[in-house]
């Protein structure tokens, strides 16, 4: 096998996306920003696609322009019992423990929550580096700058020897455009959208030799 670093996103991507987890942290944003920011209620909604889209994640809009607390913000909207939400899945364990690459988080979200939905999946072995939004600042995914800190960490010169699996078309799009393979997990993919489509982790290994 060609690779040697999978980049795994870590919300809706090592955990379905009916759990219902990135759900209850989206609705917790809503909440920070009605009850910390005093924002309308109406408008948050809008906002928060808003930012998101234009700047990579609302964390990153609500800073530039409301000069809000990175570490207040995350951690409120991260602040969930998730195990009401999340669950370990012994085969998805064993597959990724097969893999012989490398093995990181790369998210948007923040360590302390990606060590605890690690931890809650029984996961957290399995992963040398957690790569998180406060790491790659003031970049995210799918910034083509957050990928270049991403590889120099974890120690990769060519992104031909790189996969980012994550459950977003866009980051699948950003990864394939500087040269990595992506595989877009849950759903199928176009051509333009990632390299494969990943919807059963015991299919992985399968698709990454076709890669």
């Known amino acids: 096998m060609r690779f040697t670093t999978i980049f795994f996103d870590l919300d809706d991507t090592l955990y ?4 219902g987890l990135w759900l209850a942290i989206k609705n917790r944003m809503n909440d920070f920003m009605r009850e910390r920011m005093n924002i309308p209620e109406a ?20 800073k530039k322009h409301h000069n809000i607390s990175e570490e207040e913000f995350l951690a409120y909207v991260h602040d969930l019992r998730l195990e009401d939400y999340l669950t370990p899945d012994a085969q998805q364990r064993e597959i990724i423990a097969s893999l012989p690459t490398r093995n990181l988080i790369f ?10 939905v690690l931890t809650a999946l029984n996961l957290r072995d399995l992963f040398s580096t957690i790569i998180d939004v406060t790491t790659v600042a003031p970049y995210c995914k799918p910034m083509p700058e957050a990928f270049s800190i991403a590889m120099k960490l974890a120690g990769e010169s060519d992104p031909a020897r790189c996969i980012m699996i994550d459950d977003l078309k866009r980051t699948t799009r950003a990864a394939k455009a500087i040269g990595m393979s992506s595989i877009l997990f849950g759903e199928t993919a176009s051509s333009e959208d990632a390299s494969a489509s990943l919807l059963d982790w015991n299919d992985l290994t399968d698709i990454m030799e076709k890669l």
């Open 16 to 19: 379905p996306s009916n759990a």
């Open 43 to 62: 408008e948050i909604p809008a906002l928060r696609e808003k930012y998101y889209l234009q700047y990579g994640t609302t964390l990153h809009g609500l």
């Open 107 to 116: 998210t948007n979200a923040d360590i302390p929550h990606a060590e605890r």
